[in-house]
């Protein structure tokens, strides 16, 4: 398989906007992750499946167009000042976002993020952008991608490893975006452009120029998407945070992860599944009712404690048919 010659257009504006158009998808994420974790909502939505499979997605994203986005600066010399610069930028505010993390959720402190990611992928990726033929990149993007399910070893569980993404088990952290799978993404995103930018240079889409106010907020966030990211989170955490204030969090914040922590809890002691489930219902509600409910785990005093006891069995009684619900 030949590998085409890279004699690209400098900037195209559908590329900027598809990279405004994933941090506008970003942002809601993060909106609906901060909502969640301030229990705006009833639960955190972010994190259900359907939210993790979003995250993936948007990262994915990103992460492909990093590698368009490196063929395009280098593709046909390697700019070695613009390289450096953008390089600093990105590992800068990686740093940034490491220590503003340790200070504010320093048990799940971002140690390995995206920006991480990018950051060192850029350099291991400088070879296929220049000097590897186009299949090279589109091969080693195979091996990166499938890497996690052909290598696991509890030895890659080490800290000083775990940005392998090779180990067993994953991190306790806000966002971890290993080189494997995801410098795949970025190795696929080089081979794409390899192959495919200068037919998409001929294309009406390619020639395409932003216009109207969507279009050219979209570009403008593309081309400075590092400041987006960095700056966008924290407003949005400001503003969730002032509305909480005034609001207090949702009536039923935490109810549903209550009652899958209780139900997982009584069959794990040999309850009944059914009887279980019924009487986590009835515990929710009942500590709502008795003022032991609160939307965050607390500790509670020893009268409360004896309280919650005799509710919870109370209820799971009351679940089995023995005696009235309390």
């Known amino acids: 398989m030949p590998s085409p010659p890279a004699t690209l257009h400098?900037?195209?504006?559908?590329?900027?906007?598809?990279?405004?158009?994933?941090?506008?998808?970003?942002?809601?994420?993060?909106?609906?992750?901060?909502l969640g974790a301030l229990r705006l909502t009833p639960e955190n939505y972010a994190l259900t499946p359907l939210g993790r499979v979003a995250a993936h997605g948007i990262a994915g994203s990103f992460l492909l167009l990093v590698g368009i986005g490196l063929v395009l600066m280098n593709g046909t010399r390697f700019a070695a000042r613009r390289?450096?610069?953008?390089?600093?930028?990105?590992a800068g505010g990686a740093l940034l976002v490491t220590g503003a993390t340790l200070v504010t959720d320093p048990s799940s402190y971002i140690f390995f993020?995206?920006?991480?990611?990018?950051?060192?992928?850029?350099v291991l990726a400088l070879p296929f952008v220049r000097g590897l033929p186009a299949w090279a990149a589109l091969l080693g993007a195979g091996v990166v991608l499938?890497?996690?399910?052909l290598v696991a070893a509890d030895a890659l569980d080490a800290p000083v490893l775990a940005f392998l993404g090779l180990g067993q088990g994953t991190p306790q952290t806000n966002d971890y975006v290993p080189l494997f799978p995801w410098f795949g993404l970025?190795?696929?995103?080089?081979?794409?452009?390899?192959?495919?930018?200068?037919?998409?240079?001929r294309t009406t889409l390619g020639?395409?120029?932003?216009?109207?106010?969507?279009g050219r907020g979209l570009t403008f966030a593309g081309r400075h998407s590092l400041a987006v990211y960095l700056v966008h989170q924290p407003v949005l955490m400001a503003l969730f945070t002032g509305l909480v204030s005034l609001t207090g969090p949702h009536p039923e914040a935490g109810v549903r992860e209550f009652r899958s922590l209780y139900e997982r809890n009584c069959t794990a002691t040999g309850g009944d599944s059914q009887a279980c489930a019924k009487a986590a219902i009835c515990v929710?509600?009942?500590?709502?009712?008795?003022?032991?409910?609160?939307?965050?785990?607390r500790s509670f005093s020893a009268e409360e404690r004896a309280r919650a006891q005799g509710l919870s069995q109370g209820c799971y009684e009351a679940a089995e048919g023995t005696a009235p619900a309390p």
Not at 113 to 122: D, E, N, R, T, V
Not at 146 to 149: M, Q, V
């Open 10 to 34: 400098p900037r195209f504006d559908a590329i900027d906007a598809a990279r405004g158009a994933a941090l506008v998808a970003m942002a809601i994420y993060h909106a609906t992750w901060d």
């Open 83 to 90: 390289f450096a610069l953008r390089f600093a930028r990105i």
């Open 113 to 122: 993020g995206i920006l991480h990611c990018i950051a060192l992928a850029s």
């Open 146 to 149: 499938a890497g996690p399910h």
């Open 186 to 201: 970025i190795l696929a995103g080089i081979a794409l452009a390899r192959y495919g930018l200068p037919a998409f240079a």
């Open 207 to 214: 020639a395409w120029r932003a216009g109207g106010r969507i």
């Open 284 to 297: 929710s509600d009942a500590f709502r009712r008795e003022g032991l409910w609160a939307d965050r785990p």
